[in-house]
């Protein structure tokens, strides 16, 4: 080589810098690890050891979702959300099922013109001669796992809405009801795939920031649960002393009035005797006084017999009878007691 030449690094091919660069190997390696947690958030799917408040044990999904949104495979989880997200788009914005429709009518007339056309040329169908053997079925053990996994997705979300509907954790329930207020109201304004965009992103990321934030939020809650469980306790407290004052009200109201009746029904009592002790004597005198001054006339009770003459009954007497004068006494010793009882007071009960 002579002295005035310039030479270069080898830096090699084009085919060599862009599958052995820097770039291809860190691509290389986040696909190996994206690939190795992948698996790692399949094989997490089994059935936990927590079981419900009454003792119903969970299924292998409550794992995996556990898993998954918890972030420990950040990889995974990321890959899963950008998947999710990808297909609301696509079906907001691709129009898929026209393209289902379009792949499905260009292959079947594919065939058909390539049958046909060798049925004409060849006398010999070709599409026909890729026909398999034995047309492929699904295995039964492949449809029982897929019913068995199907079955477990529907029982993973039914035990959940239970356990958020009768409140076996008051947090959650909470959270659920903010979220169905908010959506309530966002459906009015947002479309149905904007919503959807807005509840992913919300459960990928909400327990991201817990995570993050775990002990700064954790302390607020246990601060805010300190505060309700005060009031709770005061309002217990002023509710007891108010029921206690009531019940003391009453039952000093209760005694008073029991005494009031109790004075009242024995100065009832205890006129009683006197207004008969009054009456009785004025009714002697005045049965003696009338027996004396008149004549006691002879009365017979009349009896209907058809044998009885009118001879046989006696005269009628000239003097007035003993028992008007008797109830002309009586009346007229009771009227003084009768005025004096409208004196007393009356029994409030």
């Keep these: 080589m002579a002295s005035g030449d310039v030479t270069y690094p080898n830096t090699g091919s084009i085919s060599d810098v862009i599958t052995k660069g820097p770039i291809v190997d860190n691509v290389k390696s986040e696909a190996s690890r994206t690939g190795d947690e992948l698996r790692d958030l399949k094989n997490s799917r089994v059935t936990p050891s927590t079981t419900t408040a009454d003792g119903q044990p969970l299924t292998p999904y409550h794992s995996l979702v556990y898993s998954l949104l918890s972030w420990e495979q950040p990889r995974a989880t990321a890959v899963s959300y950008a998947s999710v997200i990808c297909f609301i788009f696509a079906a907001r914005y691709l129009p898929l099922l026209r393209w289902a429709f379009k792949f499905l009518y260009m292959s079947l007339g594919l065939t058909a013109t390539v049958e046909v056309a060798g049925h004409v040329i060849l006398k010999r169908g070709i599409a026909s001669g890729f026909r398999p053997r034995r047309y492929y079925t699904v295995p039964k053990e492949t449809v029982e796992a897929v019913l068995e996994d199907l079955e477990q997705l529907v029982d993973f979300f039914l035990i959940e809405f239970q356990r958020i509907l009768f409140a076996e954790n008051v947090l959650h329930t909470i959270s659920a009801f903010a979220?169905?207020?908010?959506?309530?109201?966002?459906?009015?304004?947002?479309?149905?795939?904007?919503?959807?965009?807005?509840?992913?992103?919300?459960?990928?990321?909400?327990?991201?920031?817990?995570?993050?934030?775990?002990?700064?939020?954790?302390?607020?809650?246990?601060?805010?649960?300190?505060?309700?469980?005060?009031?709770?306790?005061?309002?217990?407290?002023?509710?007891?002393?108010?029921?206690?004052?009531?019940?003391?009200?009453?039952?000093?109201?209760?005694?008073?009035?029991?005494?009031?009746?109790?004075?009242?029904?024995?100065?009832?009592?205890?006129?009683?005797?006197?207004?008969?002790?009054?009456?009785?004597?004025?009714?002697?005198?005045?049965?003696?006084?009338?027996?004396?001054?008149?004549?006691?006339?002879?009365?017979?009770?009349?009896?209907?017999?058809?044998?009885?003459?009118?001879?046989?009954?006696?005269?009628?007497?000239?003097?007035?009878?003993?028992?008007?004068?008797?109830?002309?006494?009586?009346?007229?010793?009771?009227?003084?007691?009768?005025?004096?009882?409208?004196?007393?007071?009356?029994?409030?009960?």
Excluded: C
């Design 179 to 349: 979220a169905a207020f908010t959506g309530y109201w966002l459906i009015r304004f947002v479309p149905f795939w904007g919503l959807a965009v807005i509840a992913v992103t919300t459960t990928y990321f909400a327990p991201l920031i817990y995570i993050s934030n775990r002990e700064l939020i954790d302390e607020q809650i246990a601060n805010a649960q300190e505060i309700i469980n005060s009031q709770t306790n005061q309002l217990r407290d002023m509710a007891g002393e108010r029921t206690s004052h009531a019940t003391g009200l009453m039952k000093q109201y209760v005694g008073e009035y029991s005494s009031k009746a109790q004075g009242y029904i024995g100065s009832r009592r205890s006129t009683s005797p006197e207004a008969t002790k009054l009456v009785s004597p004025i009714k002697r005198e005045t049965v003696v006084e009338s027996a004396k001054t008149e004549p006691i006339a002879e009365f017979t009770a009349p009896v209907v017999e058809p044998a009885v003459k009118h001879e046989d009954f006696p005269e009628a007497p000239t003097a007035a009878p003993i028992a008007q004068a008797l109830e002309s006494d009586i009346v007229a010793s009771v009227e003084p007691a009768e005025q004096a009882g409208d004196r007393e007071p009356l029994l409030a009960i």
